[in-house]
């Protein structure tokens, strides 16, 4: 979907990034990741959410779907909730698509944690989604209704090669490319079944040709969806 800055990231998207968060500060983070040989393991944070319970997956995707909606119809940045449950308490990368009978409305999120919290991190990736994907128009107030909303919990997992890139299975993991101009591409799991069509989407994503020097990093990814994790459907 679209190129990305180091901070704040669509899923095939370009994201504005946040403005607490220097830009420089965040590539470095990123090319720390991609440059270390085994990489931070995010196993535990998004294996939290494999294992967490419909009741707590049902309010993050409640949670998005409120931020999106309320963002896409006034303009209005939803308040983080007093009450939240222990998972949303800690921080990590997030995403939040939408998506129209099967293809890409928008999608806005984070590699890295930019926000004190992960309840903060939806809201703030549901209201970059909405209104602030630049490769599509902001979301109408009349589209709502059509729209599933995706939430994606992700965490680099360690740097690649090629080869290894090519049999990670794309149904279960995501990849990232960071290409020579810094700019890092993001292909999230399941928006293809096929391993190299995964790494073409994340390469051209990061504006990066065919012939340039690349870095890979896996992801891990957890994926919630409107209609199979929540409880009002």
Wanted: some cysteine.
């Amino acid at each position: 979907m679209g190129e990305w800055s180091p901070i704040l990231v669509p899923a095939s998207c370009h994201t504005p990034g946040m403005l607490r968060t220097s830009r420089m500060a965040m590539g470095l983070m990123l090319a720390g990741v991609l440059s270390s040989a085994g990489g931070a393991r995010g196993d535990a944070y998004t294996d939290a959410w494999h294992t967490a319970s419909r009741a707590d997956r049902a309010f993050a995707l409640r949670l998005a779907r409120r931020a999106f909606d309320a963002y896409a119809r006034d303009r209005r940045v939803l308040p983080v909730p007093a009450q939240l449950p222990e998972l949303l308490r800690g921080r990590g990368g997030v995403f939040v698509s939408a998506m129209r009978h099967g293809a890409p409305r928008c999608c806005m999120g984070s590699l890295l944690p930019t926000e004190g919290n992960l309840a903060s991190e939806v809201i703030a990736a549901a209201v970059s989604a909405a209104g602030r994907d630049l490769r599509f128009r902001p979301v109408a107030p009349g589209e709502l209704r059509g729209l599933t909303l995706i939430v994606s919990f992700v965490a680099p997992s360690g740097s690649v090669t090629r080869p290894e890139a090519l049999r990670l299975d794309p149904t279960r993991r995501g990849l990232a490319v960071r290409g020579p101009g810094g700019k890092v591409g993001v292909t999230l799991s399941g928006e293809t079944d096929n391993a190299l069509t995964m790494l073409e989407w994340a390469r051209i994503r990061a504006g990066a040709d065919a012939s340039d020097p690349l870095g890979y990093i896996c992801l891990d990814v957890e994926r919630l969806v409107e209609g199979r994790d929540d409880l009002s459907r």
